[in-house]
């Protein structure tokens, strides 16, 4: 009797510790078998870019002061728009006007003055609304570093032994006519652009000039020594700066605003992808990007 006591307790006690293990023991969870998409890092959405333009070639115009800015522009242009040829024509902003009006092919024209612009708006060259007021300017007196001129700028010109100064028909020449207007060397009889080289040798005192079709012909012709001064923009000067001082900047209240307005040009040869093409470079020298390479070549930001 005793035995089959003993044993059912046994069984009790065995049963009950049991039943203790079996609510002591931690539930199991799951865990799922990483996957190889699991343990990637979630891949960052790129940017949206511009579909690339269909093969196309744009005519650009520009102002010689322009052209080491384009240098950059362009090629920066190309990494989103690899179909598109951007061709451009660096000179005077004369010269420039006249191959239009004489029937160059033009798609974009970018000027260094905005008269050439209201000219080819006049004469139904520019498509209407498209001109923006991009950038602006200064003009410098700039010569050689270690030339011992005795000029220290625009109101002692006539000191210089040579000077090399664009003719009238270029921005930067028009505007120093009209800085000798302001100054009162010149007589103010007639409108800047049509005074001549001799006339402004003459009011100097006669004075030495190379006359230049272009700035860039100006800064060039200081920097070589072949001539002790010149007026170029700023941002030629600075472009130049390891060779030339700048011996005064000039004010704008003695050369009026020095406006730099890109518009766009009819141009009847220009196929459908040439016009598009053309339509989205003009609004790319608009970006933030492209206003960045402007003022580091030190144009100024005016929309």
Known sequence: MKKWIALTLAVVMMAMLGACAATAAPAVTEVPVATEAATEAPVATPEPVAAPLEAAEVQL?????????????????????????????????????????????????????????????????????????????????????????????????????????ADGSVPAGKYTRQLLIKLGVLDGTKEAKDYTTADVSAALGGVEINECSNVSKVKEAVKEGSNEVGTVYYSDAYSVKDDVDILEVADTALTGDILYPVCRVNNAEATAAETAAADDFIAFLQTDAVKAIFEKFMFIINK
Request: glycine residues 8%; contains cysteine.
């Open 61 to 165: 115009f520009i102002a010689a002061s322009l052209e080491g800015a384009f240098k950059e522009i362009i090629p920066l242009y190309n990494q989103s728009q690899p179909n598109v040829t951007i061709t451009y024509n660096a000179d005077s902003s004369g010269t420039l006007l006249t191959q239009v009006q004489e029937g160059f092919a033009c798609d974009i024209f970018f000027s260094a003055a905005t008269s050439q612009v209201k000219t080819l708006e006049d004469e139904g060259f520019m498509i209407a609304g498209s001109r923006v007021d991009l950038l602006a300017n200064k003009l410098a007196l700039i010569t050689l570093k270690g030339s011992g001129t005795t000029v220290t700028g625009f109101a002692d010109l006539a000191k210089a032994k040579s000077i090399a100064l």
